[in-house]
């Protein structure tokens, strides 16, 4: 491979790269988040994505019923811009303000946190899953939605179904898909 990888930027990556990930056999609705997206809805449907040292975040209003996910590779980036939602400072925000728009209340909302593995070396506190993760329990910690689920750090990758009828999510590594 020719080229710098000094200026490799992980943010930038084609959601094309993940089509091969998504699951076409579910029998109900499913939505597949890529990197760099937010999905919120009320309707009944799952909620996929796949976890490396990004980090996602379910919000679930539990009378509402309503829920949505953020998926985000890099806890801090511009708020302007076409990949903007792939950095956790403003992705989390902008997760809430869609919930929020559906008539959710904070007050309603459970969160939960995923991801943030460290497949290299080095120290794992310091490693950008640990960031992409702090950043979320900082976040969620700032504006007191409590912190329901979590599956966090580790030395691998995972898929994430969250289902939005009733807040259920399924973590699989990839070990185990």
Same mark, same amino acid.
């Given at each position: 491979?020719?080229?710098?990888?000094?200026? =490799?930027?992980?943010?930038?990556? %084609?959601? #094309?790269?993940? @089509?091969?990930? #998504?699951?076409?056999?579910?029998?109900? %609705?499913?939505? =597949?988040?890529?990197?760099?997206?937010?999905?919120?809805?009320?309707?009944? /449907?799952?909620?996929?994505? /796949?976890?490396?040292?990004?980090?996602?975040?379910? +919000?679930?209003?539990?009378? @509402?019923?309503?829920?949505?996910?953020?998926?985000?590779?890099? %806890?801090?980036? %511009?708020?302007?811009?076409?990949?903007?939602?792939?950095?956790?400072?403003?992705?989390? $925000? #902008?997760?809430?303000?869609? /919930? +929020?728009?559906?008539?959710? #209340?904070?007050?309603?909302?459970?969160?939960?946190?995923?991801?943030?593995?460290?497949? =290299?070396?080095?120290? $794992?506190?310091? !490693? +950008?899953?640990?960031?992409?993760?702090?950043?979320?329990?900082? =976040? +969620?910690? !700032?504006?007191?939605?409590?912190?329901?689920?979590?599956?966090? !750090?580790?030395?691998?990758?995972?898929?994430?179904?969250?289902?939005?009828?009733?807040?259920?999510?399924?973590?699989?590594?990839?070990?185990?898909?």
């Amino acid at each position: 491979m020719s080229g710098d990888l000094s200026k =490799f930027n992980p943010a930038v990556l %084609p959601a #094309e790269f993940m @089509k091969r990930f #998504e699951r076409t056999d579910a029998k109900e %609705p499913r939505h =597949f988040l890529y990197p760099g997206q937010v999905f919120v809805t009320a309707n009944p /449907i799952t909620i996929s994505t /796949i976890l490396g040292s990004c980090a996602a975040v379910c +919000l679930w209003d539990i009378h @509402k019923r309503a829920g949505g996910m953020n998926h985000y590779l890099l %806890p801090e980036g %511009p708020s302007e811009g076409l990949n903007r939602l792939r950095y956790g400072n403003v992705a989390n $925000p #902008e997760l809430l303000k869609q /919930i +929020l728009a559906l008539g959710c #209340e904070i007050r309603h909302l459970q969160a939960r946190v995923f991801g943030g593995s460290s497949a =290299f070396g080095g120290d $794992p506190l310091q !490693s +950008l899953g640990s960031r992409n993760v702090d950043l979320a329990e900082r =976040f +969620l910690r !700032s504006t007191g939605i409590s912190v329901v689920e979590r599956d966090v !750090s580790g030395k691998h990758g995972r898929r994430l179904a969250f289902r939005v009828l009733d807040g259920v999510t399924t973590i699989k590594n990839f070990d185990q898909v």
